[in-house]
Nanobody, 114 residues
């Protein structure tokens, strides 16, 4: 059973930083795609950042220049470094992996106060 477990969410003031981590129960290189999505109350889940198995990354326009996705193949983790956080970044953040099918973590809350 493939599992993705997020950690690192919390409450931070606007302008601050948080680092989210996603631990996979299998090799992260097994996944064709890994990434982070978020869902704010009353809104649809949206892609924040993604990375292919060969390391190509893409970001939502709203987070470009502020967020960075990275992968540690030895630790089988994917991280999301979030800097210059804004109140509109408040959401539940989900780790996602695609390997034949889609896998999701349970989500971690990020709250940015103004």
């Amino acid at each position: 059973q493939v599992q993705l477990v997020e950690s690192g969410g919390g409450l931070v003031q606007a302008g601050g930083s948080l680092r989210l981590s996603c631990a996979a129960s299998t090799r992260v290189l097994n996944f064709n795609l890994m990434g982070w999505y978020r869902q704010a109350p009353g809104k649809q889940r949206e892609l924040v950042a993604g990375m292919t198995s060969v390391g190509i990354t893409n970001y939502a326009d709203s987070v470009k220049g502020r967020f960075t996705i990275s992968r540690d193949n030895a630790k089988n983790t994917v991280a999301l470094q979030m800097n210059s956080l804004k109140p509109e970044d408040t959401a539940v953040y989900f780790c996602h992996g695609r390997w034949i099918r889609d896998y999701w973590g349970q989500g971690t809350q990020v709250t940015v106060s103004s």
